[in-house]
T-cell receptor, first 114, second 113 residues
Framework: AQTVTQSQPEMSVQEAETVTLSCTYDTSESDYYLFWYKQPPSRQMILVIRQEAYKQQNATENRFSVNFQKAAKSFSLKISDSQLGDAAMYFCAYSGNTGNQFYFGTGTSLTVIP | DTAVSQTPKYLVTQMGNDKSIKCEQN?????MYWYKQDSKKFLKIMFSYNNKELIINETVPNRFSPKSPDKAHLNLHINSLELGDSAVYFC????????????FGQGTRLTVV
């Protein structure tokens, strides 16, 4: 099984500030996909952003962007202009090329301070 | 129209009972999963099915048995429930091949008393 590691169990950020959540992973595959999911208190899993390993360009979605370092096997999420609604658990996830695997990190709980 | 639906949303039962959680997806996806989310919010993959065929079976007690009657359904049956089985169970699905996001059900909170 692939491993996905999130070393920050909890993070906090002031409203309107920027925060970066870390994720590293371990794989022997050359072609794979990485994701960040958000889980608010409602417990619904919501896709935040997606990155293809073969693409060098970092993915961005509005206030959310990633820093993908393939050689280092690192995939961090940057949230700019943090809003109260960003408060949630954030999970980093790995999917192999076959699509039969979908592994998650242990999650980072993000608190947004007004 | 819900993409991945699980029933029930909440389940409270006594130790030793047998219970089932149902999952259905209307996305036409080929792969379905069961995840267990414990009290620390860790999402652990339990099973992965592709076109009704078991692909991944992580270290899960034999009391847990998935059943996939067709590729749109993946049910989870749990025998002889234990206190440690209390958790939120998520069903998810992905399309064939890598790269597509996983779509999740709303989760089933199982409480064993």
């Amino acid at each position: 099984a692939q491993t996905v590691t999130q070393s920050q169990p909890e993070m906090s950020v002031q409203e309107a500030e920027t925060v970066t959540l870390s994720c590293t992973y371990d794989t022997s595959e050359s072609d794979y996909y990485l994701f960040w999911y958000k889980q608010p208190p409602s417990r619904q899993m919501i896709l935040v952003i997606r990155q293809e390993a073969y693409k060098q360009q970092n993915a961005t979605e509005n206030r959310f962007s990633v820093n993908f370092q393939k050689a280092a096997k690192s995939f961090s999420l940057k949230i700019s202009d943090s809003q109260l609604g960003d408060a949630a658990m954030y999970f980093c996830a790995y999917s192999g090329n076959t699509g039969n695997q979908f592994y998650f990190g242990t999650g980072t709980s993000l608190t947004v301070i007004p | 129209d819900t993409a991945v639906s699980q029933t029930p949303k909440y389940l409270v039962t006594q130790m030793g009972n047998d219970k089932s959680i149902k999952c259905e997806q209307n996305l036409g996806h080929d792969t379905m999963y069961w995840y267990k989310q414990d009290s620390k919010k860790f999402l652990k993959i339990m099973f992965s099915y592709n076109n009704k065929e078991l692909i991944i079976n992580e270290t899960v007690p034999n009391r847990f048995s998935p059943k996939s009657p067709d590729k749109a359904h993946l049910n989870l049956h749990i025998n002889s429930l234990e206190l440690g089985d209390s958790a939120v169970y998520f069903c998810a699905s992905t399309d064939r091949g890598g790269g597509t996001e996983a779509f999740f059900g709303q989760g089933t909170r199982l409480t064993v008393v």
